[in-house]
């Protein structure tokens, strides 16, 4: 029935036809404004043009470069397990999401020895520091790199 195909009621909408006289509310200017560069046919600015004075982005000193290979991680202190979870349970990326201890549904997770630890608990992430690792195992606990 491919003859008999038609888009659902609203989803074409007719195109805007500009300089059409006053009554259409897009009549003399057609939507453009005033005179000037911008009124022409054209005439488009490019971004950051600031009239010819010396654009923001070249008045401005460069410094340092940004590492676009730098690996964001989302930073958990273990001293914040002891609260959150009961002895030998075990901590992945995906419960500490539900928890809220971390936001956002991307990112490799890294652990942080901030706080202390009581309880051993089997934390699983993608990266501890050393400090993490060694208050987890004297807990009695178990670190996995994931």
Do not use: W, Y
């Not at 909408?13 to 509310?25: A, L, V």
């Not at 054209?42 to 043009?49: D, E, H, R, T, V």
């Not at 930073?75 to 030998?88: E, L, T, W, Y």
């Not at 309880?119 to 992430?125: E, F, G, H, N």
């Amino acid at each position: 029935m491919l003859d008999r195909l038609k888009a659902p009621k609203g989803a074409v909408k007719k195109r805007t036809r500009r300089g059409r006289g006053e009554g259409s509310g897009l009549g003399k200017t057609s939507g453009r404004g005033g005179k000037g560069q911008t009124a022409r046919t054209g005439g488009n600015i490019k971004p950051g043009f600031e009239g010819g004075q010396m654009p923001l982005q070249r008045r401005l000193p460069k410094r340092g470069f940004t590492n676009i290979f730098r690996e964001k991680f989302r930073i958990v202190n273990i001293g914040a397990f002891s609260d959150a979870f009961k002895s030998g349970e075990t901590v992945t990326p995906e419960i500490l999401r539900e928890k809220g201890f971390i936001k956002g549904r991307t990112g490799r997770v890294k652990i942080l020895g901030g706080g202390e630890i009581t309880i051993p608990l089997t934390v699983k992430a993608n990266v501890f520091s050393k400090s993490a690792q060694d208050k987890i195992k004297a807990a009695g606990g178990v670190a996995e790199v994931i």
